[in-house]
Structure formats: C-alpha cells, structure tokens
C-alpha cells in the first residue's frame, strides 16, 4: 500500500490516501487539512513537536493506526473515543498526565502503548478493551494499579517498570494469557500468590524492587525462561525457582544472599546464571550439574574457593570471579573445553597477579599446542598485514581528498571530489567490515567503558554516510529528545561503526523518502533506532538478515552490493557490549533497527573546542611525522603544515630514535607498523630515553591501519598518549592534536 509522505501531494487524490506519515516535519499542530482525509486507515506524526491533539481527530473513523509518539502532547481529547476502529494507539514520550476514560470505547484495540509519559492514574475503565494484547505503561508515575486489570484477559505483555506502585493486585492472576510481565524499578515488597495462575508466562522481570522472598505459587510458572530479580532484598536464595525446570536465564545480582541451595542442581535448563554482588562464601558441588550453563557471574562476592565439580560444566563460555578472595587461579577451570572469557581480577586477598587474572581469551585457549598456536600466529599476523596493506593505500586516497577539499573550488570541482570520497569511503567500509568479522572469528574482543559523547558521534556517523544519501535524494533526521542526555560510558568506536552499519544499510535498501536516526533514554540505558522508507524485509527473512553473507533473498544480493557482514558484526558488538538488536519490517513500507544498550549516563566536562583550521595557538610547534609509507608521511606532514607547525619527519623507528636525540619536539606522530622497530618498541625506548636523562616529555599520537585487536590498550601499555585508526577524518586528528597539545 502506498504510504504518503507529503500532504500537498496526498491532496491531490484525498480519497485515495490510506497512509499518511508524517514523522520528522517539525510540526508543531497537526494540519487541519488531515482530518478531511476520510478514508485514511493509519496516522504516523512521530518526532515532531505537536502539543495539541485537535478534538477534529474524531473524525478519521476509519483510522485503524494512531502513532503519535516523540511528541509534546499534555492531553488526550475526549474526541478520541470515535476512533472505534483502532487497533494501535501510540503516545509514547510524551507529556500526558490524565489517561481519559474515553478511551475505554476503543474496544477494537490491541495495542496501547504509553510508554514514557506522566501518567499518575490508570483509569478502571480500561477494562473494557478486552482485545488489548499489549499495554506500555512503563515510564510513568502511576502510584497503583487498577484492580480492573484483571479483566484485560487477552493481554500477552504487560510493561509497568518504572513507575510508583507498591501493591501488585492479586487480580493479576487473571491474565493467564499473559507471555512477558516487567515490573521492574517499582517499589515491590511482595509478589501475589496469584501469580501462580500465569501459566504460559515465559519472561518475568521483577529487578529494582524491594522483594525479600517469594511466593511458592511460582514453581507452577512451568514455561518461565526468563526471571530477573536483580537489585532487591533477598537474602537467601529463593528455592522455590529451582523448580522452574524450563528456566534458561535468572538474575539474582546485587543482593544479600550469602549461600546457594544443593536444590540449584534442578535448573538443567539453565544457560544464564548471574549471582555477583552477593555476600556468597562457597559454591555447592551441586553447581556442576548445571550442565546447560554458557555464562556464569560471581564477580563481587567473597568466594575463597571453587568445587572441584566446576570442571563439569563443559558448555560455560564465560566465567566471572572478579572481586571474591581466591588464593590461587583453580586448575579445574582452565580444562573447560568451551571457555572465551575468564575474569579473575581483584581478588584482593590473594597471591594472584592481576595481570594474570583478567580474561582468557580464546586465542589462549587455542594455544594448548604448538601446532595450534602456530597457526594463530600465522593468521593473526596475515590479517594484521591485509589490515595494513589494504588501509594504507584508502588513507593515502581519503588523506589527498580531505587536504584537496580544504581549497577553494567550484561547483563542478566540488562534485567531481565528492564522488571519490563516496567511493573511497564505501571501499573503506567494506574493508572493515571483511577485517572486523575475521576478528570476530578468532573469539572475544575487548570493550572499551569510557565517556562519550553519543549525540556527537551520531552527528559524526550521518556526515560520514551523507554523501551516499545525496546520490539517492534521501533525507538524514538525527531525532532526540531535549532532556536526552549527552553522555554515556561504554565502546564509543564499536558504537560508531554499528551506527554506520545501519545507516549504510538503510541507505542502501531506500529508493525514495528519509531515512531516521532516533535516540531515546530507557530504564536500562539508551535505545538507538535506524528507521527508513524503503523496500523493507520479507518476514522469514527478517530470522535470517544477521546471518553473514545474507542481504535478503537471492534477488535482493543481486540487486545491491555488499559484504553481507555489517548486519552480522553489528549484532556481535552489540551482544558483547550486553545488548540487544532486531528488526520490525514491513515489505515495500520500510523497517526499523533498533538497539538497546545498558549503558550508564555520565556529566561531561565541556572539551576545547578546535578555533580554527590552522590551530592558531600552536602556530610553529614542532612535531615529527613517523612512517614508513612515504605516502602516509606526506600527507599527515601536510596536515601539519597547512595548520602552521614545523613539520620533520622520519622514515622509520630508529630514524625517529635518532632524530629524537638531537631534537626537541611537542608532538610526536607514530606509525605502528613498521619494519624492524615498529610503533610500539620505538615508544618504549622514547619514554626510557625520558627517563633516564633531561630529555622534555613529547605527547606520543599512534596511528594504524590496523583493526585487528585492542590496538589502544596496546598503545596505552608502552607510553602513547592517544591512538587514531587511519584513514581517519581531518576533524578528528585536529581533535587529538588540540586536546594532547593542551592537556
């Protein structure tokens, strides 16, 4: 079905239009010339700044659809109760404070959702949508539930976290037909017995409650999969959900319990166990019967040791002991075939070296032969190289553009330039899409947790991607709401390339209309939202699309190029930074990526902001350019020059050495590739020439074409200040620069 996008147009044929959206117009009232739209079945007005819902709304009765959420919207007209023939309503993020009783005739609904509004009072009279399926009410100030909700019997998800409530009412028990029911961050001291009744629930959120114990009516949840108890009162381990056979993931973190039950042994479902921040001492035998369990947390208890049945649990793939009092690394462990990741770090109160207690890679665990070991040696150094002999040249490519478009050319110039930074941008992007999933490959990688700016690096991401929107006459929105906060802590970069993964991938699959970047706060972290117009995905696709090498159907690979990995290394960043991604599309309307990361919010401090393009407060500083590449050289050096530094440079590390001796410099450019001394040993001897004698300290920027590994806690290990991964643009290595020649 057509959907229209703009409203002149739509007026040309009125009676035609079924539907309408209108998202990201900056509309600040809802044209009037809509609700003459009579035939109109589906309404989108997200992500614009409407306040006033007109009482005129009533009369689109044929609306089937209502999306009006991302707005400013206090009130919801009486008027609304003509839209009989609703099946979805959404005011999410909005402003609205009374939920109207009027809303009690839309009896044909199944979905409402009002998710993130000021809600207060849940009206009885809700009870009469009997066809509701799911009801969002998360992100509100609602002070109690209803007892009414009993009636809503079709109901299969039911959102309340985050909200005021104390009591759940034990009417709950009536929607048996409930699947998913989150009550997280609410102020929960007990759980109904009735709870007992919701015999096809299979996830159940309960974390950031006061809950010191529960029912034993819930072991006859017997589809549960799902239980999170996260951040309450227990304090001993409720056994009652050992009898959760199906039970496959419980989070019992941040608690008070002090010992687990032998009756754990039950859970032979189990795959997900998290215990840390418990008062825990020892560990049953009976954890070794556990044999479905692939991740293990028991970080920040006081564990002084591990039962030797540990060694049964064949599958684990990841075990955390951070933070307990082991005196010595336990042998049985390192016998696990399947173990990736093993944190051992900060036990205080042993003789373990914390270097040696981190994480076990699996590139440790494939060492066990020389054979072995060998072969990671080998294909570790030929993608290191493939990294360096393939970036090298794109730099030299994307550098001479980036110094080119700093001169004045016309308009034609200027188009010709453009398209070799399209192109050599594309060229890039599928480089390191084929790098960064032969990384994945080889097992775990480190994820960085340090502040960042995420509305800066989305502004980053879109300018990357514009230039391939222009050639298709796509609109990029970057949509977030004022109160939406600048800073988070987490893997900046891994966020930034799965950003140009979608966007790219939106782009790509969009012929005409917009393409969306939405940001928005959640309880658990932030939700990142890539949604376009374009030709969408089949629905048994859609199971498929993160698979590698896999655009879609066969027809769809034909029609656009591609690696088919960006999907498949998103999905893998974003797992390991614990996070989840998916997918919601329609064929010939468009999809939406989402992605929902737990990531904790921080205060920036406000960064020097770069003045101008010659760095005027650094006009005639000395750096020394170092790289093998004459081409590389070249162009950084003319970086360098253009800004107004005194520019020397070396052609390899012991050149840099030498040079280094008999000069004195305020910066220092390192390449880390090179041949005899590379990057990293000539740092090193730098910074113990330092040492050892009057020489000035020289701020140290490492650069590499590498992506293979984690080059930065490498670079950070012998002494460099800062790291940038080439080609890299010419506003970020003004950046760096400003901020090591300030610091």
Same mark, same amino acid.
């Given at each position: 079905? /057509?959907?229209? !996008? @703009?409203? +002149?147009?739509? =007026?040309? &044929?009125?009676?035609?239009?079924?539907? $309408? @959206?209108?998202?990201?117009?900056?509309? !600040?009232?809802?044209?009037?010339?809509? =609700?003459?739209? +009579?035939?109109? !079945?589906? /309404?989108?007005?997200?992500?614009?700044?409407?306040?006033?819902? #007109?009482?005129e709304i009533g009369q689109l009765t044929n609306l089937t659809r209502l999306r009006l959420g991302n707005n400013q919207v206090s009130v919801i007209p009486a008027e609304i109760e003509q839209l009989t023939n609703l099946t979805i309503l959404s005011l999410v993020n909005n402003q609205v404070k009374v939920v109207p009783s009027q809303l009690s005739q839309l009896t044909n609904l199944t979905k409402l959702r009002l998710l993130g509004n000021q809600i207060e009072v849940v009206p009885a009279a809700l009870s009469q949508l009997t066809k509701l399926e799911i009801l969002d009410l998360a992100d509100n100030q609602i002070k109690l539930i209803p007892t009414e909700i009993g009636q809503l019997t079709s109901l299969t998800e039911l959102k309340l976290a985050g909200n005021q409530f104390l009591v759940v009412?034990?009417?709950?028990?009536?929607? !048996?037909? $409930?699947?998913?029911? @989150?009550? #997280? =961050?609410?102020?929960? @001291?007990?759980?109904?017995?009735?709870?007992?009744?919701?015999? *096809? $629930?299979? #996830?159940? +959120?309960?974390? #950031?409650? &006061?809950?010191?114990?529960?029912? *034993?009516?819930? *072991? &006859?949840? +017997?589809? /549960?999969?799902? /239980?999170n108890l996260y951040q309450n009162r227990f304090a001993q381990f409720p056994e009652i959900i050992t009898h959760l056979s199906n039970l496959k993931q419980l989070h019992l973190d941040n608690n008070q319990i002090w010992f687990l039950p032998p009756s754990l042994k039950n859970l032979v479902q189990l795959e997900q166990l998290w215990l840390g921040s418990n008062f825990l001492q020892e560990l049953p035998s009976e954890l070794g019967q556990l044999k479905s369990l692939t991740h293990l947390h028991l970080g920040r208890n006081r564990i002084s040791q591990l039962p030797t049945a540990i060694e049964n649990l064949k599958d684990l793939v990841t075990l955390n002991l951070n933070n307990n009092r082991l005196t010595e690394i336990p042998t049985q462990i390192l016998d696990l075939p399947q173990l990736i990741t093993l944190d051992l770090s900060k036990n205080r109160n042993s003789g373990i070296e914390s270097d040696f207690g981190t994480l076990l890679t699996y590139q440790q665990r494939m060492m066990q032969t020389a054979e072995q070991a060998e072969k990671i040696k080998i294909k570790d150094q030929f993608l290191s190289q493939m990294s360096h002999e393939l970036k090298t040249p794109i730099h030299g490519v994307m550098g001479s553009i980036n110094l080119i478009d700093e001169l004045k050319l016309d308009g034609q110039q200027l188009q010709h330039l453009q398209r070799a930074k399209t192109s050599a941008q594309y060229l890039l992007n599928m480089v390191n899409e084929i790098l960064q999933f032969a990384e994945l490959e080889k097992g775990p990688i480190t994820y960085q947790k340090l502040p960042f700016n995420l509305i800066e690096i989305c502004q980053q991401v879109l300018e990357i991607v514009q230039p391939l929107s222009q050639q298709r006459n796509l609109d990029l929105n970057l949509n977030y709401r004022s109160t939406f906060p600048v800073g988070w802590v987490g893997d900046q970069h891994k966020i930034r390339q799965v950003l140009i993964n979608l966007l790219g991938n939106a782009i790509k699959f969009t012929h005409q209309g917009e393409i969306s970047l939405g940001l928005q706060q959640t309880s658990q972290g932030v939700r990142i939202e890539v949604a376009d117009s374009g030709i969408g995905i089949e629905e048994d696709q859609t199971k498929l699309i993160f698979e590698p090498f896999t655009q879609g159907s066969s027809g769809i690979n034909r029609r656009f190029s591609g690696t088919g990995l960006g999907l498949t290394i998103s999905q893998q960043f974003i797992v390991g930074m614990e996070g989840e991604i998916g997918v919601e599309s329609q064929t010939g309307q468009g999809s939406i990526f989402w992605v929902e990361l737990p990531l904790p919010t921080v205060n920036l401090t406000p960064e020097t902001e770069v003045k101008d393009a010659k760095l005027d407060d650094h006009v005639r500083k000395i750096v020394l350019v170092v790289d093998d590449e004459i081409i590389n050289r070249e162009i950084v050096s003319a970086y360098f020059q253009y800004w107004g530094f005194e520019v020397h440079q070396a052609e390899d590390g012991q050149d840099c050495l030498n040079q280094f001796e008999i000069g004195k410099y305020n910066l220092i450019i390192m390449d880390l590739q090179m041949p005899e001394l590379d990057g990293f040993e000539t740092t090193k001897q730098i910074r113990q020439r330092e040492r050892e004698s009057t020489h000035q300290y020289t701020p140290i920027l490492g650069l590499s074409a590498s992506v293979i590994g984690d080059v930065w806690s490498k670079c950070e290990s012998v002494g460099m200040n800062g790291y940038l991964s080439k080609p890299f643009e010419t506003d970020e290595l003004k950046q760096k620069v400003r901020q090591l020649l300030t610091d």
């Amino acid at each position: 079905m /057509l959907i229209h !996008t @703009d409203l +002149s147009e739509a =007026f040309k &044929r009125p009676d035609q239009v079924r539907i $309408l @959206d209108l998202k990201h117009q900056g509309l !600040t009232e809802i044209p009037i010339e809509i =609700f003459q739209l +009579s035939n109109l !079945t589906e /309404l989108r007005l997200g992500y614009n700044q409407i306040k006033v819902i #007109s009482p005129e709304i009533g009369q689109l009765t044929n609306l089937t659809r209502l999306r009006l959420g991302n707005n400013q919207v206090s009130v919801i007209p009486a008027e609304i109760e003509q839209l009989t023939n609703l099946t979805i309503l959404s005011l999410v993020n909005n402003q609205v404070k009374v939920v109207p009783s009027q809303l009690s005739q839309l009896t044909n609904l199944t979905k409402l959702r009002l998710l993130g509004n000021q809600i207060e009072v849940v009206p009885a009279a809700l009870s009469q949508l009997t066809k509701l399926e799911i009801l969002d009410l998360a992100d509100n100030q609602i002070k109690l539930i209803p007892t009414e909700i009993g009636q809503l019997t079709s109901l299969t998800e039911l959102k309340l976290a985050g909200n005021q409530f104390l009591v759940v009412p034990t009417e709950i028990g009536q929607l !048996t037909n $409930l699947k998913l029911l @989150d009550l #997280s =961050f609410n102020l929960i @001291d007990r759980i109904p017995i009735h709870i007992g009744n919701l015999s *096809n $629930l299979i #996830s159940l +959120s309960l974390k #950031s409650n &006061r809950l010191t114990n529960l029912p *034993n009516q819930i *072991n &006859r949840l +017997s589809k /549960l999969q799902y /239980l999170n108890l996260y951040q309450n009162r227990f304090a001993q381990f409720p056994e009652i959900i050992t009898h959760l056979s199906n039970l496959k993931q419980l989070h019992l973190d941040n608690n008070q319990i002090w010992f687990l039950p032998p009756s754990l042994k039950n859970l032979v479902q189990l795959e997900q166990l998290w215990l840390g921040s418990n008062f825990l001492q020892e560990l049953p035998s009976e954890l070794g019967q556990l044999k479905s369990l692939t991740h293990l947390h028991l970080g920040r208890n006081r564990i002084s040791q591990l039962p030797t049945a540990i060694e049964n649990l064949k599958d684990l793939v990841t075990l955390n002991l951070n933070n307990n009092r082991l005196t010595e690394i336990p042998t049985q462990i390192l016998d696990l075939p399947q173990l990736i990741t093993l944190d051992l770090s900060k036990n205080r109160n042993s003789g373990i070296e914390s270097d040696f207690g981190t994480l076990l890679t699996y590139q440790q665990r494939m060492m066990q032969t020389a054979e072995q070991a060998e072969k990671i040696k080998i294909k570790d150094q030929f993608l290191s190289q493939m990294s360096h002999e393939l970036k090298t040249p794109i730099h030299g490519v994307m550098g001479s553009i980036n110094l080119i478009d700093e001169l004045k050319l016309d308009g034609q110039q200027l188009q010709h330039l453009q398209r070799a930074k399209t192109s050599a941008q594309y060229l890039l992007n599928m480089v390191n899409e084929i790098l960064q999933f032969a990384e994945l490959e080889k097992g775990p990688i480190t994820y960085q947790k340090l502040p960042f700016n995420l509305i800066e690096i989305c502004q980053q991401v879109l300018e990357i991607v514009q230039p391939l929107s222009q050639q298709r006459n796509l609109d990029l929105n970057l949509n977030y709401r004022s109160t939406f906060p600048v800073g988070w802590v987490g893997d900046q970069h891994k966020i930034r390339q799965v950003l140009i993964n979608l966007l790219g991938n939106a782009i790509k699959f969009t012929h005409q209309g917009e393409i969306s970047l939405g940001l928005q706060q959640t309880s658990q972290g932030v939700r990142i939202e890539v949604a376009d117009s374009g030709i969408g995905i089949e629905e048994d696709q859609t199971k498929l699309i993160f698979e590698p090498f896999t655009q879609g159907s066969s027809g769809i690979n034909r029609r656009f190029s591609g690696t088919g990995l960006g999907l498949t290394i998103s999905q893998q960043f974003i797992v390991g930074m614990e996070g989840e991604i998916g997918v919601e599309s329609q064929t010939g309307q468009g999809s939406i990526f989402w992605v929902e990361l737990p990531l904790p919010t921080v205060n920036l401090t406000p960064e020097t902001e770069v003045k101008d393009a010659k760095l005027d407060d650094h006009v005639r500083k000395i750096v020394l350019v170092v790289d093998d590449e004459i081409i590389n050289r070249e162009i950084v050096s003319a970086y360098f020059q253009y800004w107004g530094f005194e520019v020397h440079q070396a052609e390899d590390g012991q050149d840099c050495l030498n040079q280094f001796e008999i000069g004195k410099y305020n910066l220092i450019i390192m390449d880390l590739q090179m041949p005899e001394l590379d990057g990293f040993e000539t740092t090193k001897q730098i910074r113990q020439r330092e040492r050892e004698s009057t020489h000035q300290y020289t701020p140290i920027l490492g650069l590499s074409a590498s992506v293979i590994g984690d080059v930065w806690s490498k670079c950070e290990s012998v002494g460099m200040n800062g790291y940038l991964s080439k080609p890299f643009e010419t506003d970020e290595l003004k950046q760096k620069v400003r901020q090591l020649l300030t610091d």
